[in-house]
Antibody, heavy 119, light 107 residues
């Protein structure tokens, strides 16, 4: 059974960097698929942030105001997200998820982690 | 960027009734569309991909249809666990985008 688990600080100060990690179990990231981050700000819908595959190819949502970096560590079977210079608008529940190769949809998701940007 | 518009924003349905949710893409996406169910405090769950193919383990109560720019998710005979938020999402190109969601609530 594929499982994803987000981890990271729940509170980040404005202008600082938000860093999250998604640990994957039940499947080896190096075997394939795309691995992504999606967020849900309070009271709004889902927003795709970024995605990476096992070989390091990346795609980003150009709509995000804060600079974004996604990376993968196949040795630890995890991938990470960094948002720089965050503002209050980056407050959201952040989900990591796997994008399937056959269906092309996000078939496995983490439970999500709330990150609040506040001083 | 392809915009996904869902309607209605809220749908009030009685248990046992049918719910019909709509999703419109701002340009053609063929059948590159997924539907997700999102219950509060839980991870979103993939229901439908390819516009009409049910994901593994998804009840036959859920069905998807459409192609091009107009799509529909139908939930027949609503059960208590079906009252939730539903999102559509295209995956034809980058950036991936979601619709604003439809909340299915108990009437």
């Amino acid at each position: 059974q594929v499982q994803l688990q987000e981890s990271g600080p729940g509170l980040v100060k404005p202008s600082e960097t938000l860093s999250l990690t998604c640990a994957v179990s039940g499947y080896s990231i190096s075997s394939g698929y795309f691995w992504g981050w999606i967020r849900q700000p309070p009271g709004t819908g889902l927003e795709w942030i970024a995605i990476i595959n096992h070989s390091g190819s990346t795609y980003y949502n150009p709509s995000l105001k804060s600079p974004v970096t996604i990376s993968v560590d196949t040795s630890k079977n995890q991938f990470s997200l960094k948002l720089s210079s965050v503002t209050a608008t980056d407050t959201a529940v952040y989900y990591c998820a796997r994008k399937a190769l056959t269906s092309h949809a996000f078939d496995y998701w983490g439970q999500g982690t709330l990150v609040t940007v506040s001083s | 960027e392809i915009m996904m518009t869902q309607s209605p924003a809220t749908l009030s349905v009685s248990p046992g009734d049918r719910a019909t949710l709509s999703c419109r893409a701002s340009q053609t996406i063929s059948n590159n569309l997924a539907w997700y169910q999102h219950r509060p405090g839980q991870a979103p769950r993939l229901l439908i991909y390819g516009a009409s193919t049910r994901a593994t383990g998804i009840s036959a109560r859920f069905s998807g249809s459409g192609s091009g720019t107009e799509f529909t998710l139908t939930i027949s005979s609503l059960q208590s666990e079906d009252f939730a938020l539903y999102y559509c999402q295209h995956y034809i190109n980058w950036p991936l985008t979601f619709g604003g969601g439809t909340k299915v609530e108990i009437k």
